[in-house]
């Protein structure tokens, strides 16, 4: 079974660009959609992500919508905990499709580190 985890140094969520993301308006209030508006930086990155390094520079300080835990995704998206591992991965995988592409060095990453099997 794949278990979702982050995988250091690959930023593809950093890709706040609006425009990809159209509904923002449905799971963020409108003080975090004021936030999230106001980090997004050129070429849509995150202006708390570091393009050199690949890290946040506010990890440990970052808006819920940043964060994957069940309690954020369960008042956010109506995601139970039972539900969060694969939804997790399953956004991950969109995501960095999105961002480096479906054979991308950060896809072959992501899967090999949550234990992903393709499934023909």
């Not at 980090?39 to 440990?60: A, D, K, L, Q, S």
Request: with cysteine; aromatic share 14%.
């Amino acid at each position: 079974m794949a278990t979702w985890q982050c995988v250091k140094q690959c930023g593809a969520c950093c890709h706040l660009d609006p425009a990809y993301r159209p509904d923002l308006d449905e799971y963020l209030s409108p003080q975090e959609m004021e936030l999230y508006l106001s980090m997004v930086g050129e070429g849509g990155w995150c202006v708390n992500f570091n393009r050199t390094t690949r890290e946040c520079r506010i990890y440990t300080n970052r808006p819920r919508f940043c964060r994957v835990e069940t309690e954020v995704f369960e008042d956010m998206y109506g995601i139970y905990p039972e539900e969060l591992n694969d939804f997790a991965i399953e956004c991950c995988q969109q995501q960095i499709e999105g961002v480096y592409g479906d054979r991308s060095l950060e896809m072959l990453r992501f899967n090999q580190a949550v234990g992903y099997i393709y499934k023909e």
